[in-house]
């Protein structure tokens, strides 16, 4: 709802549901496409730091959500702090969605994990994945750069997790952009065991 990946996302689960109820002999399935959705909610989470060597101390934990973050007002992430070149690691399984080179991010990969949540990478110096490439957790992804708007910067991975569908108790009535916190959650939270 909040990025171009989880609008598209929920703009082709909805078609889907309409496109199965449209045919009256296929109507009796329309609950197909929710079982799977209920299925990826089922699917576990193990979750690692995405950047090889990394620990709790290479991100600030105050980084998510920051302000003023420039052109993004808030900053929708963290922000973990490596030497140019080493290995960006997959945080999750998952599935390539795209891969893509300009813009803030610079070069980036977006992977969907389970819990139908999508990981972000970005500012990479090489890319390493190919669109639909399946991933096992710790899959090399990328090495760390500063590409996009981290030009000049220290050489960081930024990663970002968003969902599609909201988490409503994440809602924040006081931050800035605070009610976005249901789509943008905080890698920090799963990062830190
Ligand atoms: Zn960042």
Same mark, same amino acid.
């Not at 290995?87 to 990969?109: D, F, L, R």
């Not at 090489?126 to 000049?152: C, S």
């Given at each position: 709802?909040?990025?171009?990946?989880?609008?598209?996302?929920?703009?082709?689960?909805?078609?889907?549901?309409?496109?199965?109820?449209?045919?009256?002999?296929?109507?009796?399935?329309?609950?197909?496409?929710?079982?799977?959705? #209920?299925?990826?909610?089922?699917?576990?989470?193990?979750?690692?730091?995405?950047?090889?060597?990394?620990?709790?101390?290479?991100?600030?934990?105050?980084?998510?959500?920051?302000?003023?973050?420039?052109?993004?007002?808030?900053?929708?992430?963290?922000?973990?702090?490596?030497?140019? /070149?080493?290995?960006?690691?997959?945080?999750?399984? /998952?599935?390539?969605?795209?891969?893509?080179?300009? /813009?803030?991010?610079?070069?980036?990969?977006?992977?969907?994990?389970?819990?139908?949540?999508?990981?972000?990478?970005?500012?990479?110096?090489?890319?390493?994945?190919?669109? #639909?490439?399946?991933?096992?957790?710790?899959?090399?992804?990328?090495?760390?750069?500063?590409?996009?708007?981290?030009?000049?910067?220290?050489?960081?991975?930024?990663?970002?997790?968003?969902?599609? #569908?909201?988490?409503?108790?994440?809602?924040?009535?006081?931050?800035?952009?605070?009610?976005?916190?249901?789509?943008?959650?905080?890698?920090?939270?799963?990062?830190?065991?």
């Amino acid at each position: 709802m909040i990025t171009n990946t989880t609008r598209k996302f929920l703009a082709s689960f909805i078609s889907t549901v309409f496109i199965i109820w449209y045919d009256r002999r296929y109507r009796k399935f329309v609950f197909i496409p929710f079982v799977i959705i #209920l299925i990826g909610f089922l699917l576990p989470q193990p979750i690692i730091i995405p950047v090889q060597g990394a620990t709790t101390k290479d991100w600030d934990d105050h980084s998510f959500w920051a302000y003023p973050w420039g052109s993004s007002i808030t900053h929708k992430g963290i922000d973990i702090f490596k030497e140019r /070149g080493t290995p960006v690691v997959a945080a999750t399984y /998952g599935i390539v969605v795209y891969t893509h080179e300009g /813009g803030k991010g610079g070069k980036s990969v977006m992977v969907l994990g389970p819990k139908w949540r999508f990981h972000y990478y970005a500012h990479l110096d090489a890319i390493d994945v190919f669109p #639909l490439e399946p991933l096992k957790v710790g899959a090399k992804i990328g090495t760390v750069g500063d590409t996009g708007n981290a030009k000049g910067k220290p050489p960081h991975l930024h990663y970002a997790i968003t969902s599609p #569908l909201p988490y409503f108790h994440l809602r924040d009535t006081v931050a800035v952009q605070g009610w976005k916190k249901m789509f943008y959650l905080d890698p920090d939270m799963w990062l830190r065991n």
